[in-house]
């Protein structure tokens, strides 16, 4: 359910048509929304299992408008990689060390001024892995056009 709200990071739920901007208060409410079917299907999925002892931690009844998804897609822990308020820190302080350089050039960088070319495409067990994949495309494609020269008879 994640990956379907995460589709949506940069609008609101109603303007998506991935749930409500507004709590439920019940299976009334999820009947009365104004989404599609299949978004119905999924708010009224977590009011039900909201219901269930077991489920009671996920508190799924108060987040059935957002499809039981309760956070910010981008939200990370705290534990895991880095945090936004490290990021933001970092970010401020090469602004701050950028401005005090008045535009001087970085010293520390490296310069490549010669390119030449090495090569392109597949590698050869690549190559061997994208021909196997075009032949099951083709193969997927001649059964489907026999089923439906079959069906057109």
């Known amino acids: 359910m994640a990956a379907y709200v995460a589709k949506y990071v ?12 507004y ?3 019940g ?23 909201g219901g269930l002892p077991e489920l009671d931690s996920l508190r799924l009844r108060s987040w059935a408008h957002t499809l039981g998804y309760r956070g ?13 308020a490290a990021l933001r820190e970092e970010r401020g302080a090469h602004e701050r060390a950028e401005k ?11 310069t490549e001024s010669q ?3 090495v090569g392109s495409g597949h590698t050869a ?7 196997g994949i075009a032949e099951d495309l083709a193969a997927n494609r001649e059964i489907a056009r026999e089923a439906r020269m079959a069906v057109g008879r």
């Not at 940069?10 to 901007?21: C, M, N, Q, R, Y």
């Not at 005090?100 to 490296?110: K, M, N, Q, R, T």
């Not at 067990?125 to 021909?131: M, Q, S």
């Open 27 to 49: 299976p009334a409410d999820i009947g009365a929304a104004v989404v599609s079917q299949h978004v119905r299907a999924l708010m009224a999925t977590c009011w039900r299992l």
């Open 72 to 84: 910010h897609i981008l939200t990370k822990s705290r534990a895991y990689s880095t945090t936004y």
């Open 100 to 110: 005090d350089d008045l535009g001087a050039p970085d010293l520390d960088g490296s």
């Open 125 to 131: 067990g690549a190559a061997l892995l994208a021909a």
């Open 10 to 21: 940069t609008k609101g739920a109603a303007e998506s048509g991935a749930g409500l901007d």
């Open 115 to 117: 390119w030449r070319y």
């Open 23 to 25: 709590s439920v208060k």
